[in-house]
């Protein structure tokens, strides 16, 4: 593979750095970062991609797309990661859009996909249930039609970024008489529907994300329902193939792992840096190689996209092995800190990390414990891998 940029690509990423500088200023950057000021942090964020045209890389271009080659793709993102700017919340642009375009109709994807690409609705993900999770089709919440509408009821967990959400999209039960991925409908629900409740639940590093939502006799037009009654489980799979690419976030730990080399290059403590240490320079090259390697398969992924084809059971092989890579960097920021935090033989480090560096480096080592679960636990991920890649 001939990795060297054309001239059109070297422009191209003059285009998106000048972009980048005039818009990932420090102001959008604090706003994102912070929890509390996160949503209109990332709305506005998101926002100057759509002024730019940039909201939607991968729509087709009649629904507001770009039509960058996977090399413009693949420039975009790494100059995205490299500044530290968030990609777009996945749940609206990438998951639930990518099922309107495949299988909604013309008033659904005329109706909710000029607002995606604005920013106007939040959404957020209702498939997991306490009895549902890596058995998704055990799904249990239930939708009785009576007319031209649905009865909801039942719950959600784990409902990420629920307390923002405009809207949901959900699996529910229209039917148990058969097979249980059999009567299983694909439903967007307004979230401000009488009968919804949303109740926090805590994580380990402290923050809400997650969320349990309750359904008790919300009521839902047939006109909100994707494709034909029944086979939303066809549906809901082909979004989580869409679900699992997003979460691999190579150019991400790209930069992350860099900024720990050069961190674990110029820092002294005790008069030598960590990466004087054998073990760690080893351990910090073998995740730069995992890396690498990821990057190419990713490549490859987004090169059979850009043919036309599907994106197929391949993702789960990036999900795994992209979760498992940014956990390794989020142990190995742990150590960072860990030899910067206090003083070796006697001597006060040169210039010593700090409390803020340990924090991040804490709350992203805990908040990372999770990447292994969502999207598809890792291990389920493994099967898939095994069965659907190896052929095993
Ligand atoms: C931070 C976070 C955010 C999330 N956000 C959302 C969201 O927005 N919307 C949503 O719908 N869901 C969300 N989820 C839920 C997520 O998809 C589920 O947690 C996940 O699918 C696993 O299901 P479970 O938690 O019920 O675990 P279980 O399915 O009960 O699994 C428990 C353990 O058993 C293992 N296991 C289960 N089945 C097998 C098998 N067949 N072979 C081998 N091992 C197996 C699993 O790997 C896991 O280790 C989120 C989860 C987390 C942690």
Redesign the pocket.
């Known amino acids: 593979m001939d990795t060297r940029l054309s001239e059109e690509d070297l422009t191209f990423q003059d285009e998106v750095r000048q972009f980048l500088s005039e818009n990932w200023d420090a102001q959008v950057a604090a706003r994102c970062n912070n929890l509390a000021t996160m949503k209109e942090g990332v709305e506005e964020w998101q926002r100057r991609l759509y002024r730019k045209g940039w909201m939607a890389p991968h729509w087709p271009v009649e629904h507001g797309g770009t039509d960058w080659s996977v090399t413009q793709r693949f420039i975009y993102n790494s100059e995205r990661a490299a500044v530290g700017a968030p990609e777009a919340v996945a ?1 609206g642009v990438t998951m639930v859009a990518s099922v309107i375009i495949a299988y909604g109709n013309e008033q659904q994807k005329a109706k909710f996909l000029p607002r995606i690409l604005k920013s106007e609705d939040w959404w ?5 249930e306490p009895g ?5 089709a055990a799904l249990k919440t239930r939708a009785d039609r009576e007319g031209e509408v649905y009865t909801i009821n039942g719950s ?7 307390q923002y959400a405009d809207w949901i999209f959900c699996l529910v039960r229209t039917d148990s008489s058969g097979r249980k991925q059999q009567g299983i409908t694909f439903l967007l629900i307004d979230m401000k529907s009488p009968g919804i409740t949303v109740r926090p639940i805590r ?1 380990i590093d402290g923050f809400h ?2 969320n349990e939502v309750f359904f008790d006799n919300v009521k839902v037009p047939v006109e909100n329902r994707i494709g034909e009654e029944g086979k939303g489980w066809t549906y809901a799979k082909s979004l989580l193939v869409h679900e699992r690419l997003s979460i691999a976030e190579v150019a991400d730990s790209k930069r992350a792992l860099g900024e720990l080399r050069e961190l674990a290059r110029t820092e002294v403590n005790g008069g030598k840096s960590l990466l004087d240490d054998a073990l760690f320079a080893q351990r910090l090259s073998a995740i730069e190689i995992d890396l690498m390697a990821l990057e190419f398969t990713e490549l490859r992924a987004l090169a059979a996209i850009a043919e036309g084809n599907q994106p197929g059971p391949e993702s789960s092989l990036l999900k795994l092995q992209g979760t498992e890579t940014q956990q390794a960097i989020q142990e190995l920021r742990m150590d960072v800190a860990a030899y910067y935090s206090g003083t070796l033989q006697g001597e006060l480090s040169a210039a010593q990390l700090g409390h803020a560096f340990a924090d991040s480096a804490q709350k992203l080592y805990f908040r990372g414990r ?1 990447s292994s ?8 991920q ?2 898939i891998t095994a069965k659907y890649v190896l052929g095993l």
Do not use: M, P, R
Request: charged fraction near 10%.
């Open positions: 749940f957020c993900q209702g498939y997991s549902a999770g890596s058995d998704l959600k967990i784990w409902t990420t970024y629920a994580t994300h997650l999770a679960i969502y999207g598809g636990s890792n291990e389920v493994k099967n």
